[in-house]
């Protein structure tokens, strides 16, 4: 079944030229006008990507994130906020709504469906991760429960322990990734250069003795050290 993507321009043309590109590359597409129909239709039709212009009636495209990202259901939800607006200020209020790439207008269709194809990857891997994870703990069966309960109150100081062993940097970091972003995408959001944020990323990996991000996301997610 093909992933469903969201187009939200109140430019016709814009919508239009979008929707056909994707859906020659196989995706499925559903498009709103502006901001408030867009809401609407992700309630309803659950996409797995948003594609969004900022300045649109009703309500704009930070808000639409901002209203996305309130929802638990998308949290994870990978968001590309199309727009004219190019000054740094603007895109850092972009990533700050909680948009996971901001692409300044004119842009190269090719370019947006690359985007695409690699936010989608990652939100498929994270998401698989978790549902392993969710697996896992409801696989439980009524003969371990005694055992289950013992392994949940060490998991639980491990957890404490674990937490405390992080700084809040490290926490915030550890939270974005959990949204699939990129160094430069954090270090927007959270003020620092992404060769800090690699230093943080490298921190959290020792910590958790894990060997890639998605395995740290996995670990996080499992031991609860996101929420």
Same mark, same amino acid.
């Given at each position: 079944m093909?992933?469903t993507?969201?187009?939200? =321009?109140d430019?016709?043309g ?8 994707l859906?020659? $590359? ?11 129909e867009?809401?609407?239709?992700? =309630? ?10 900022i ?12 209203r996305?990202?309130q929802q638990?259901? !998308?949290?994870?939800?990978?968001v ?13 209020l972009?990533y ?8 300044p207008?004119?842009f190269?269709?090719e ?9 989608l990857?990652?939100?498929?891997i ?5 549902? !392993? ?20 109150? !060490?998991?639980?100081i491990?957890?404490?322990?674990m937490? $405390? ?5 490290e ?5 974005l ?5 990129s ?9 620092l ?8 990323? $490298? ?5 958790t003795s894990t060997?890639?991000?998605a395995?740290?996301v996995? !670990? ?6 996101v929420?």
């Open positions: 093909p992933l993507i969201l187009v939200v =321009d430019d016709l814009t919508r239009l030229s979008i929707s056909d590109y859906e020659l $590359s196989g995706y499925s597409v559903i498009m709103a006008d502006d901001g408030q867009a809401l609407a239709m992700v =309630d309803e039709h659950h996409p797995d990507l948003i594609v969004t212009d300045v649109m009636p009703r309500m704009n495209g930070y808000e639409l994130v901002r996305v990202r638990p259901a !998308f949290r994870l939800l990978p590309i906020l199309l727009t004219a607006r190019t000054k740094t200020q603007e895109r850092i972009g700050q709504s909680g948009c996971d790439l901001y692409l207008k004119p190269e269709l370019e947006l469906a690359a985007a695409i194809r690699n936010l990857e990652r939100s498929q994270i998401q698989s991760e978790y549902r !392993f994870s969710h697996k896992e703990s409801m696989g439980l069966s009524n003969s371990t429960k005694a055992v289950d309960t013992h392994n949940s109150l !060490f998991a639980q491990q957890q404490s322990q937490l $405390s062993a992080l700084t809040s940097r926490q915030e970091v550890l939270e990734l959990t949204h699939g972003l160094n430069a995408e954090m270090g927007h959001q959270l003020h250069s992404p060769r800090t944020v690699e230093k943080y990323v $490298s921190s959290l990996l020792r910590k060997n890639n991000r395995e740290l996995r !670990f996080a997610i499992k031991h609860g050290l929420e």
